[in-house]
């Protein structure tokens, strides 16, 4: 992992020797190799199930900002020239490389973020490989447009890549999107600078070695690493940078629209949400009891996608309840590196005390814990973990801060609703609209909420049921612009064009 070194500054090792040889030191990668930051700041790089740090992460400054970006200058005009075949097979190259050591990634992204080793067996890694698999396929097909117009004149519309674009990740799917957004990135033709959050740089500095091995151009994806405020921030507002790709939350998605209003500069803003899970007393919720209960608590409610208020028909609230909560005690927390594990730590002790924090305002706010409401403490190695127990409240008014305000956490509140007036208005009640899920047997009913329920995403039936190609992002408060498939690739590109007469 980036160059291996005792580095300054003492560090605990984490467990034992044979587990971690030695405190790693993980480097930003630019123009093709991993370098030490001038300023030779570190911080600790956790890991959350055990609460001890394992590595350290050398903070970039200005100087490595300006490396970056010349970096990425330079490489831009051979890179954009390329075909998009040529481009989608490097793409194809990284995947194959990933998927080599796939193993090692998820092992990485489970020590680095907490969660259970099965689900980044499942979803991050091979997320991240589809990612650059399908952005792959996309460019190959991403036709510019053509129209015959008056008098046999042409129009065309040419799509050419903006330049050097910079992308921004949080912690929670560190390596699935960073490389969402560096994928389409590349393939448009653009060079980028890709920073991860500080919490969780292992697997992106894994990505980069695989860049290094299969010799991509150098400066095409440059690697910075450190905090939102300081490089962050640089990044987004650094002359040369076109375009800004940020996931994460709104509170640092409206500090990033302000800096780069005055250079008009190009944004994707994926940001966070409060959503609702809509059930009905004809729908099938019986059956797809696991798929509610991941759809509230998978990677331990820290999915931007995750529904964090049940709202269920009045008819059946007391039977869901007992069925939700009977399954939500039979969820296996534990070690995340056990395959077994179901439910893992928070990513860190800040994030835990803020999850700590707003259930004890759910209490205030008259709100009663079902089940979890505690920090765990869990056996051995564990012992200082940062784990938080699954929790679910019921008895929330519908306009308290709990029911508006995102805690991307394990908590969630439950609430019965008289009818679908009712549950739609509550459901539209907050200043998000990412995405919501609805049970529901009845299509018309479906059709009509899906018309009404302020959302950038719907499911019906179901959770988090992706396509790579269908457009994704939040209205209102969860964001701006759209991800995936050609939207993706519309956003990387500028539409230019061209009229030519006869
Ligand atoms: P965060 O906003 O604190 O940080 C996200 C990233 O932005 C990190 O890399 C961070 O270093 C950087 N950053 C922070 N402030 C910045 C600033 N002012 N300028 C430039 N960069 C800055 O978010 P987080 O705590 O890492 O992630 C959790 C949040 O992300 C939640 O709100 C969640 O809903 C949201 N999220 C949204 C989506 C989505 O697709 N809509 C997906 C995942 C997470």
Known sequence: MGEASAGRGKLDLPHSESDFASVRLFLPYIGGGF???????RIAVFEPASGKPYAELALCGAAELEAAVAAASRAFPDWSARSSEERARWLERIAEAIEARAEAFAAAES????????????????????????????IRQFASEFYEGAGGAWHLVLRPPLGVVGLISPWNLPLYLLSWKIAPAIAAGNTVLAKPSELTPETATMLAEVFAEIGLPAG????LHGPGETIGRMIVEH????????????????????????????????????NPTLVFADGPWQERLDLL???????????????????????IYREFREAFLNRVAALRIGDPSDPATEFGA????????????AVARARAEGGGILCGGMRLTLPGRLAEGWFYAP?????????CATEREEIFGPVVSLSPFADEDEALCRANAVDYGLSASLFTADLRRAMRLAARLQCGMLWVNTWMLRDLRVPF???????????GGFEALRFFTEARSIGIAP
């Open 111 to 138: 020590r680095n973020t907490g969660k259970p080793i099965a689900l980044a067996r499942a979803l991050d890694i091979p997320r991240a490989i589809a990612n650059f698999r399908f952005f792959a396929a996309a």
């Open 220 to 223: 095409v994806v440059n690697i």
């Open 239 to 274: 002359p040369t940078v076109r375009a800004i790709s940020f996931t994460g939350s709104t509170r640092a998605g409206r500090d990033i629209a302000a800096r780069a209003a005055p250079a008009l500069k190009k944004l994707s803003l994926e940001l966070g949400g409060k």
């Open 293 to 315: 209960v991941r759809s509230a608590f998978a990677n331990q409610g820290q999915i931007c996608l995750c529904g964090s208020r049940l709202l269920v028909e009045a008819s």
């Open 346 to 357: 928070l990513v860190s002790e800040a994030h835990l005390s803020r999850v700590e924090q």
């Open 35 to 41: 370098v030490e930051p001038e300023s030779g700041e």
């Open 391 to 399: 929790t679910v409240i019921e008895g929330l008014p519908p306009d």
């Open 473 to 483: 992002g939040g209205i209102k408060n969860s964001g701006l612009g759209r991800e």
